[in-house]
């Protein structure tokens, strides 16, 4: 606008109303009624996807335990404590925001660490106390929600804008005592605290505190604060001091107790037998679906050349990108079309992927390649004949699969040609996944990520062909070998140090390099305790040794939550 009035201009009207609804499809009145999953929010659950920004979620490493829990509320810390211990003068409302004042006395560092952390987890559990209590959680059985969401009938829910609309204000989402401190200035300021017990009380009628540790710095801070809303203290770590792995299973099946609270129960159109079929195997199909057409037309393309004996080579590049761009316009809304078995590793690791869903995936990838190579190969089936009438079968074979294409690469070489390629991908998509950096538009990451791909290719495809890919390499020999064409599909090691060993060495890599530089989110293991991650892990293989039955009773781990 200039003036009041629009601008008028070769790049089109003005994002206005009008110009929205022009973008918006008819939708028949009733049409919802009969089809409930079309007003179904588009991120009513998460979605680690290629075409839009990763989602954000909470990890075993950022959540304290149960024993942690009974311990913030039995012997609750003064804002700051460990630090003014030291003799810092730090104000709580920076610690909790991450100000941490930057001395070379690592003491003093992990001090104010502890604090910061201590703080964000007391609001952590005020959340969970205004979404649904411990208590309530605990004590309603199995399948409870942390949430208020289940309440609501599933025909309300599911005509939300979003899962924000599911959230609180954002006054009600801060802690207590910022907004009590806002509408009276009597308020002290700092996090409100479970009532004291007997336990906890020092004296008599005395004001409660801690009753050890208190540094002569303390004097100056109030140590009353206002009684926050909730079950009683006596509650709380009753129900905390009985959870057992078997309370709620999907909090130990990758459902992390934050995480649960936001997503919405789905609603799907089951309106025949293979719906069934469908909604429970949605995602691998999806993935199935994507990998088959990227992949068809990426071997297609190397097949076009190689028989027709001319062309530029660097068609193929372009191919293979907007290849990996159909794909993950295909499946990105649904399995957020990886297309690659370690890049579904990496988003593990670093961003919290289900580790339940992933065979799913890895069974979709390598399965969607090797029928991608079937069919490549019967499309093209007279034109390689005729090819192999009077070349090497060397050709077709490396249309499919990738390899050391000259005899001066040696294994360093295709290994690290792999690892850096795939790591450069990697930072890629992590940054193009990154909402707090700079991502692109709605619809905008599968086309840059296809971009991404050709450019890769043409950098590093040369000398080994740049698999980028396990699935892409692996299934493809398969299916080669079941043609006929044997030679060293398999007895020549490249086919596992270079698509295998190379791209998932080349993915945590680069996956590091991304979280150490740029990424702050509390999903990255670099971004949380190393003791907070050995401990996660540490649970992780219990839980399974005890769905194995390999562990003794006396092992399971009374404090994993």
Not at 210 to 229: A, F, K, M, Y
Not at 258 to 268: G, K, R, S
Not at 453 to 471: E, H, K, R
Not at 481 to 507: I, R, S
Request: proline fraction near 8%; charged fraction near 20%; hydrophobic fraction near 35%.
């Amino acid at each position: 606008m200039a003036g009041g009035r629009s601008q008028f201009t070769l790049a089109g009207p003005e994002e206005t109303s009008k110009v929205r609804e022009t973008h918006e499809p008819y939708v028949h009145p009733g049409y919802a009624d009969l089809n409930p999953a079309y007003e179904q929010p588009a991120n009513a659950k998460p979605v680690w996807s290629l075409a839009k920004p990763l989602p954000r979620v909470v990890r075993p490493g950022m959540v304290p335990t149960r024993s942690e829990m009974v311990e913030s509320r039995l012997n609750a810390e003064l804002p700051g404590e460990n630090s003014q211990w030291l003799g810092l003068d730090v104000d709580p409302d920076d610690l909790e925001k991450g100000k941490i004042q930057q001395t070379p006395n690592l003491a003093k560092v992990s001090a104010q660490l502890k604090d910061s952390r201590a703080q964000r987890e007391n609001n952590f559990l005020n959340t969970l106390q205004r979404y649904g209590t411990t208590a309530s959680r605990v004590n309603s059985g199995t399948g409870a929600r942390l949430s208020n969401v289940a309440s609501v009938p599933s025909s309300t829910r599911r005509r939300r804008a979003s899962t924000s609309a599911t959230r609180p204000p954002p006054e009600v989402m801060r802690p207590t005592w910022e907004v009590d401190e806002e509408e009276s200035e009597k308020q002290d300021g700092f996090p409100s605290m479970p009532p004291p017990t007997e336990e906890t009380r020092p004296h008599g009628d005395e004001e409660f505190a801690r009753p050890t540790r208190r540094p002569t710095g303390l004097d100056t801070i109030p140590e009353s604060r206002p009684v926050s809303p909730g079950p009683s203290l006596q509650d709380d770590v009753a129900s905390l001091s009985t959870m057992t792995a078997d309370d709620e299973p999907g909090m130990f099946e990758g459902m992390e107790p934050l995480m649960a609270n936001f997503i919405e129960d789905e609603v799907h159109n089951n309106h025949t037998s293979w719906s069934l079929v469908r909604t429970a195997n949605r995602e691998f199909l999806a993935e199935l679906l994507a990998v088959f057409v990227q992949l068809t037309i990426g071997f297609s393309s190397d097949l076009a050349i190689t028989v027709a004996g001319q062309g530029n080579p660097n068609t193929t590049d372009w191919a293979w990108g907007f290849a990996t761009m159909i794909g993950i316009y295909i499946s990105g809304g649904i399995s957020g079309a990886h297309l690659n078995p370690t890049i579904t590793t990496m988003l593990w690791f670093f961003r919290g992927f289900p580790k339940s869903k992933m065979p799913g995936y890895f069974g979709a990838q390598f399965l969607g390649a090797f029928i991608a190579a079937f069919t490549a190969y019967g499309l093209y089936y007279a034109s390689i004949h005729d090819y192999l009438a009077s070349n090497a079968a060397s050709g077709v074979v490396d249309s499919f699969v990738t390899s050391a294409r000259y005899t001066y690469i040696d294994a360093a070489t295709a290994f690290f040609n792999e690892f850096i390629a795939t790591a450069f991908l990697v930072v890629s998509i992590l940054a193009l996944g990154d909402d707090q950096n700079a991502p692109p538009g709605s619809g905008m990451n599968a086309f840059i990520i296809g971009l991404v791909i050709t450019v890769l290719s043409m950098a590093f495809a040369y000398q080994t062909g740049a698999a980028l890919n396990p699935s892409r390499d692996f299934g493809p020999r398969l299916a080669l070998l079941a043609l006929g064409y044997g030679g060293e599909l398999f007895t020549n090691p490249y086919w596992f140090y270079g698509p295998f060993a190379g791209t998932l060495c080349g993915a945590f890599v680069g996956g590091t390099l991304y979280d150490v530089a740029i990424f702050t989110g509390g999903e990255s293991p670099i971004n949380y305790p190393w003791s907070r991650t050995k401990r996660a892990a540490r649970k992780s293989k219990k839980k399974w040794k005890r769905r194995m039955h390999m562990a003794r009773k006396e092992e399971v781990d009374p404090d994993i939550f």
